[in-house]
């Protein structure tokens, strides 16, 4: 039997007890995690299969996963998949915005010595910086993966690099929902109508939001004004090194000609009103959705911005996926905006079911991704086939994706904080201001090397 347990501590906006298929149970709060699946590190020997010392397990018992509700639907696939396994569903935000709720959750979790999810999702790629290291006494959280517990070859179907920012030390310790890499997605019926041509490199994509000011002044080319935007699909994009860690050292430089290229691209673009500062899912942004003639974004802006009723509401064939741009003669990357991440607790006391939905959350080409590009190559390629089949979006679709997932940049670094606080805190703020990303560079790269000490590392 399962169960579903919903939460109001940390969403986003409020989930009642739900109705499951079997049972209505009551609201899960914080102080009920001593409640949720559980084990004491104490008790953990290690254990040969799994290659990490595990809970004495306990055949058929109840698996508890935390998820968001963008995963909601995939996890009740899985209960109804495999009624053998008893189930509580737990909904939360997955650290949303950086929130860091997960984090904390487990700390509250490890100084009880009880309390920890069997399974949990996460919206940030960078969770296991901490999540694999010990704290309180207490065996890191996230169970290694690939040193006996999943299969090779299992691990071995994901895309190239899919598992990088999990890894820690040569030790997988998550398995990526999606992948979420920066590609060019542009409306090709408005570049039909306007007679430009698509840009293929940063500075072509410069000189049409120059050429869009002057002839076309309104219609637009994306917007800086989301924290995960300007850092993650413009610097990350720029092999801008200002989110590096070398060991315990965290640095960041915005005076590095790399990044002061990004930066003086997107202050042009922004000062000539062809980068707007409103935010993606804003009313601002909507209502003049229909001048945006393209934007560098990631691969599940197809659901969530262009095919979203709520959001450009894009009609079948008027948007096209290009392949990310370039920097002129330089190496062909891109950025990454999240690919949300499940891990599996160490101290699980049911690791063999664990075992059973982490690979059937993440493979199932019916459920893997949650509605963007999975991250298990199987199930991308079939979903890759079915938005072809569709016919909703021009341009070599699959060619796009596909080069994107494997072009993501591999100098950025994913320490044990966001860049988008630091973002959100110092630059949205400050354009609203009429500021410039040049006039504020300083304090940013400040306020990211005060967040890197709060958390233990040492600034270069």
């Known amino acids: 039997m399962s169960t579903q347990k919903g939460t109001t501590d940390m969403a986003p906006q409020h989930f009642g007890p739900q109705r499951s298929r079997r049972f209505l149970t009551a609201v899960a709060t914080l102080a009920a995690l001593g409640l949720l699946a559980?084990?004491?590190?104490?008790?953990?020997?290690?254990?040969?299969?799994?290659?990490?010392?595990?809970?004495?397990?306990?055949?058929?018992?109840?698996?508890?996963?935390?998820?968001?509700?963008?995963?909601?639907?995939?996890v009740e696939a899985f209960i109804e998949a495999h009624p053998e396994i008893d189930v509580d569903l737990v909904i939360d935000d997955g650290s949303a915005g950086a929130s860091g709720t997960l984090k904390t959750k487990i700390s509250l979790a490890d100084q009880a010595g009880e309390g920890w999810p069997d399974a949990v999702f996460s919206s940030q790629t960078n969770d296991a910086s901490w999540a694999a290291q010990e704290t309180n006494g207490n065996q890191a959280f996230a169970a290694p993966l690939n040193n006996g517990y999943l299969e090779q070859d299992f691990l071995d179907g994901f895309t190239a690099g899919a598992l990088d920012p999990v890894t820690v030390d040569g030790t997988v310790y998550?398995?990526?929902?999606?992948?979420?890499?920066?590609?060019?997605?542009?409306?090709?019926?408005?570049?039909?109508?306007l007679g430009y041509d698509v840009p293929t490199t940063w500075e072509d994509y410069e000189a049409l939001g120059a050429q869009l000011a002057d002839e076309n002044p309104g219609y637009f080319l994306g917007s800086i004004g989301d924290s995960f935007v300007g850092p993650y699909v413009y610097y990350w994009a720029g092999q801008a090194p200002i989110f590096q860690l070398d060991g315990d050292t965290f640095n960041?430089?915005?005076?590095?000609?790399?990044?002061?290229?990004?930066?003086?691209?997107?202050?042009?673009?922004?000062?000539?009103?062809s980068l707007i500062s409103d935010s993606l899912f804003s009313a601002e942004f909507v209502e003049q959705s229909d001048k945006l003639l393209a934007t560098p974004g990631a691969?599940?802006?197809?659901?969530?911005?262009?095919?979203?009723?709520?959001?450009?509401?894009?009609?079948?064939?008027d948007w096209a996926a290009a392949a990310p741009l370039v920097w002129e003669g330089e190496e062909a990357v891109t950025g990454n905006i999240g690919g949300g991440v499940w891990y599996a607790s160490s101290h699980s006391e049911n690791l063999d079911a664990v075992e059973t939905f982490m690979e059937f959350i993440t493979s199932?080409?019916?459920?893997?991704?949650?509605?963007?590009?999975?991250?298990?190559?199987?199930?991308?390629?079939?979903?890759?086939?079915?938005?072809?089949?569709?016919?909703?979006?021009?341009?070599?679709?699959?060619?796009?994706?596909n080069a994107a997932a494997t072009s993501v940049w591999s100098g950025w670094s994913y320490p044990d904080f966001s860049i988008e606080t630091s973002y959100a805190k110092i630059i949205v703020p400050g354009l609203a201001e009429g500021k410039s990303i040049a006039e504020l560079s300083d304090a940013w790269q400040q306020e990211m090397q005060n967040e890197a000490q709060v958390v233990g590392y040492q600034v270069q």
């Open 174 to 193: 998550g398995l990526r929902n999606d992948l979420a890499p920066v590609l060019f997605w542009y409306n090709e019926s408005l570049f039909n109508e």
């Open 252 to 273: 960041s430089d915005l005076q590095d000609p790399n990044s002061q290229r990004v930066t003086a691209m997107l202050d042009t673009m922004h000062d000539n009103g």
């Open 364 to 401: 199932d080409a019916a459920v893997a991704g949650t509605g963007g590009l999975p991250a298990y190559d199987a199930a991308a390629q079939s979903w890759l086939a079915d938005q072809e089949s569709s016919g909703f979006f021009g341009g070599d679709f699959t060619g796009a994706m």
């Open 38 to 74: 559980s084990c004491s590190s104490e008790s953990a020997e290690f254990n040969d299969e799994y290659g990490f010392a595990a809970a004495e397990q306990v055949a058929d018992s109840t698996i508890t996963i935390w998820a968001d509700a963008a995963r909601q639907s995939a």
């Open 299 to 317: 691969a599940w802006y197809a659901g969530a911005l262009i095919q979203n009723p709520s959001n450009i509401n894009a009609a079948a064939g």
